[in-house]
C-alpha cells in the first residue's frame, strides 16, 4: 500500500511537470507580446527593450525555462510582471479559498440533491418520479453553466434582491455572509455535476439491487432501509466514486467561468486576467496549482478504491 | 411421512409475469412461469423440483419466499395463507424459511466480511443477545465445517464451496425450519458438490430441517431427496416418492430426463440407447394447447393435442398427469384435481 502510494505520488508529479512545461511553451507560442499590452502606445522600442531584459523575457526561451523551472523547484513560482509585481504564490494563495469554498459547496449541493434523486429514480424506476428525475437531470446537462449562473443573477439577486449578485466574503467574517455570497455561484456549477452524479447513482442502484445479494439480504428480512443504506448504496457508490473523480474537473472548469461571472477573485479569475494580460508567471502558477488539485483528487479517488471495495487491492 | 403435519403446501398457485410493450406499456400477453402447481411438503422432508431451465422451479421457490406474490392460488406455511402475513408475522415468517441461492459467486454482499454475512440476520432480528453473537458466528461457521478464521475473510477471498458453506450458515443463522435450496450446489464442482450434499444431509439429521430442493440434476436430487416432483412448463407432471419415481417413471417427460442421465460405468453407457427428447422447451408465454409436453412427446395422440391433463394418483403417492397413464386411459372423464 505505501509502495503504491509512493509510486502514485511520483507519478502525479510528473504529470504535473508535463503539464506545466507544456503551458510554459504554449503560452509563448500564443500571439502577443505582454510588454506590448502593457506599454499599449506609451514607450518607444527602446522602452519595450529595457522592459523585456529587466524581466528577463530576451533570454532564449530554454534559458527562461531552466531559470522558471529551478525556482519552482525551490517554492518561487514569480512575481506578475505587472505593476506592484505581486509575487504569483501570493495570488495563489489568496485565491485558492475563494475557489475551493465555491467548489466544495458546489460538491455539497450537487451530492444532496443527486443521492435522493437516484434513490428515488432508481427504486420507483420506469415511473412518473423517475421520469421526472431524468427530465431534470438532462435539462441540468444541458444548460451551460455561465448562462445558469446569469439566470440565478435576474432572478434571486435583481429581481427578488434576496442574494449579493457578486462578490465572495472569507468565512471567518460570518458563516452566513460566506454563504449567502456563494450559493447562487455554487448552484450553477453544481447543476451539471449533480445531474450527472444522479443518473450514475440511478443506473449503477439499479445493477445492485437486481443482484443475488440484494436477494439474500431481503430473505434476511431486513427492513427497505437497511436494504438500502447497508448493502445497496454502499456497492452501488463505487462505480459513483469514479465519476466523482472525473466530474471533479467539471466543478473546476466550471468555477474558471462561473467566477467571472459573479466576480469572485479566485483561481478562474487569477487564470483568465493572466491569459488576457499575457501574464506569464501568473497563468503558468494558477495551470500548475489546477493540475495539482485534479491530479490528487483523482489520487485521492483511487485511494477511496481500496477502503470502499475491499475487492480491489492497491499493489 | 403421511401421518405428519405439512409444512409448506402450494396449492393451484398460478404465478404469472405481464409482457408489456409499446407506447403505453400495454399488456400484450403472459408469461405462465408457475401455471397451476400444487403440492405438500411435510416437516422433516426433503421434497425435490426438477425440471428444464425455465419450467418455472425458481419461480416457485421465490413464490415460497415470499419474493415473488402468486397471481392465484394458495400458499400456506404450517397451516397460515402466506399472503394474508403482515408485520411481524411476515418477519417471523421470514425466519422460519430460509434460502441458499445457486450461485454462490454472487449471492454474497462483497462488502462484507464472512462474520457480517452471517451476524447480520442474528443482530438485526435479535436471536441473541450481542455479547452472545461471536460465539453464534463461530457455532455456526463450525456447523458448516469452516474454521473459525473465517468470520474475518470476505467472500472473494474463498473458493466457491466455502462461500456456500458461509451461504448456508448464513441461512442456518435464523434458525429455520425449512431452507429452499434453489439450485445450490449446480454452480460448484463435482466433488464440491458432494460435500455439500454431505453437509446439508448431516444438517437435517441433526436440525431437523425440512427442504424444498430445486436443481436439474436428478441423480442429485435423487441422493437427497424422500419425494421428487417433475416440473415442465409451469406445471408439475408427476409427483412421487424418490425412489418410485426412479424405478417406475411414468411421464414421458419423466423417462426421457432419467434416461438423458449417463451411467458412471462406459462399458454400459457405450451400449445404452438414448432417444434424445426433440425439440425446445416452448415459451411459457405461448403454451401449446391440450398437454403442454405434446409437441416433444413421443406418445402424443389427438387427445393430448386439445385436453390438458390433470395430476391422477396411479400409486399411492405417486401422481402423473398425462393422457397415457394407465389410470387415464381407464377413466376418460375429467380428472378432478386431486392430491394426497
Known amino acids: ?315 | 411421512m403421511t401421518a405428519t403435519a405439512s409444512l409448506l403446501e402450494f396449492n393451484d398457485v398460478h404465478v404469472h409475469f405481464p409482457i408489456r410493450q409499446g407506447l403505453f406499456k400495454r399488456e400484450v400477453g403472459r408469461i405462465r412461469a408457475v401455471n397451476g402447481v400444487s403440492f405438500d411438503i411435510k416437516r422433516g422432508q426433503a421434497f425435490g423440483l426438477v425440471g428444464e431451465s425455465g419450467c418455472g422451479k425458481s419461480t416457485v421457490a421465490r413464490a415460497a419466499l415470499k419474493l415473488e406474490e402468486p397471481t392465484s392460488g394458495s400458499i400456506r406455511y404450517a397451516g397460515e395463507h402466506v399472503s394474508l402475513l403482515v408485520g411481524p408475522a411476515m418477519v417471523k415468517y421470514r425466519r422460519k424459511m430460509q434460502a441458499v441461492f445457486q450461485d454462490p459467486f454472487s449471492s454474497l454482499n462483497p462488502r462484507q466480511k464472512a462474520g457480517q454475512i452471517i451476524a447480520e440476520p442474528i443482530r438485526v432480528h435479535g436471536l441473541k443477545p450481542p455479547s452472545q453473537i461471536k460465539a453464534e458466528v463461530h457455532r455456526l461457521l463450525d456447523l458448516c465445517g469452516l474454521p473459525t478464521r473465517f468470520e474475518g475473510l470476505y467472500p472473494h477471498e474463498m473458493s466457491g464451496g466455502q462461500r456456500q458453506r458461509i451461504g448456508i450458515a448464513r441461512a442456518l443463522a435464523m434458525n429455520p425450519e425449512l431452507i429452499v435450496a434453489d439450485e445450490a450446489v449446480s454452480a460448484l464442482d463435482v466433488s464440491i458438490q458432494a460435500q455439500i450434499i454431505t453437509l446439508l444431509e448431516d444438517l437435517q439429521r441433526e436440525l431437523g430441517l425440512t427442504y424444498l430442493f430445486i436443481g436439474h440434476d436428478l441423480s442429485v436430487v435423487r441422493h437427497i431427496c424422500d419425494h421428487v416432483a417433475v416440473m415442465y412448463l409451469g406445471r408439475i407432471v408427476e409427483s412421487a416418492p424418490s425412489e418410485e419415481l426412479f424405478s417406475n417413471p411414468t411421464h414421458p417427460y419423466t423417462r426421457a430426463l432419467i434416461d438423458a442421465v449417463p451411467n458412471p460405468d462406459p462399458a454400459v453407457e457405450a451400449g445404452r440407447h438414448v432417444e434424445p427428447l426433440a425439440g425446445e422447451v416452448p415459451s411459457p408465454a405461448n403454451p401449446p394447447s391440450g398437454c403442454v409436453f405434446h409437441p416433444r412427446c413421443p406418445l402424443a395422440t389427438d387427445r393430448c393435442r386439445t385436453q390438458s391433463p390433470d395430476l391422477q394418483t396411479i400409486e399411492p403417492n405417486h401422481d402423473v398427469a398425462c393422457w397415457n397413464s394407465p389410470q387415464a386411459k381407464a377413466t376418460p372423464t375429467t380428472a378432478q384435481r386431486n392430491l394426497t
Not at chain 1, 529595457?50 to 528577463?56: D, E, I, N, Y
Not at chain 1, 427530465?135 to 444548460?143: H, K, Q, R, V
Not at chain 1, 434476511?220 to 448504496?233: C, F, I, Q, R
Open chain 1, 1 to 315: 500500500m505505501a509502495s503504491y502510494i509512493l509510486r502514485r505520488f511520483i507519478g502525479s508529479v510528473v504529470v504535473m511537470w508535463a503539464v506545466a512545461t507544456l503551458v510554459f511553451f504554449m503560452l509563448r507560442l500564443v500571439p502577443g507580446d505582454p510588454i506590448a499590452a502593457m506599454l499599449a502606445d506609451a514607450g518607444g522600442p527602446e522602452e519595450m527593450e529595457a522592459m523585456h531584459r529587466r524581466l528577463g523575457l530576451d533570454r532564449a526561451l530554454v534559458v527562461q525555462y531552466g531559470i522558471w523551472f529551478w525556482n519552482m523547484l525551490q517554492g518561487d513560482l514569480g512575481s506578475s510582471i505587472y505593476g506592484s509585481r505581486i509575487p504569483v504564490t501570493q495570488i495563489i494563495v489568496e485565491a485558492i479559498p475563494r475557489t475551493l469554498s465555491l467548489s466544495l459547496l458546489a460538491f455539497v449541493i450537487a451530492m444532496v440533491i443527486a443521492v435522493p434523486a437516484g434513490i428515488l429514480s432508481a427504486t420507483r424506476r420506469n415511473t412518473l418520479t423517475d421520469n421526472t428525475v431524468s427530465f431534470f437531470a438532462f435539462l441540468g446537462l444541458s444548460m451551460p453553466d455561465f448562462w445558469l449562473a446569469i439566470l440565478l443573477i435576474i432572478v434571486f439577486a435583481a429581481n427578488l434582491q434576496w442574494l449579493p449578485a457578486i462578490g465572495y466574503t472569507p468565512i471567518d467574517e460570518g458563516l452566513w455572509e460566506w454563504f449567502r455570497h456563494l450559493i447562487l455561484p455554487a448552484i450553477a456549477i453544481g447543476t451539471a455535476f449533480s445531474a450527472i452524479i444522479a443518473r450514475m447513482i440511478r443506473s449503477s442502484l439499479l445493477e445492485v439491487l437486481s443482484s443475488d445479494y440484494m436477494r439474500t439480504a431481503r430473505s434476511k428480512g431486513l427492513t427497505p432501509w437497511m436494504l438500502m443504506w447497508g448493502h445497496a448504496l454502499p456497492n452501488a457508490m463505487i462505480p459513483v466514486i469514479t465519476v466523482m473523480g472525473i466530474a471533479f474537473a467539471l466543478l473546476i472548469s466550471g468555477a474558471v467561468v462561473v467566477e467571472n461571472v459573479f466576480a469572485i477573485k479566485g483561481l478562474g479569475r487569477v487564470l483568465i486576467e493572466g491569459i488576457l494580460n499575457r501574464d506569464y508567471p501568473v497563468v503558468q502558477g494558477a495551470v500548475l496549482v489546477v493540475s495539482a488539485i485534479f491530479v490528487f483528487s483523482n489520487l485521492l479517488v483511487d485511494l477511496l478504491y481500496g477502503v470502499i471495495d475491499p475487492r480491489i487491492r492497491l499493489h
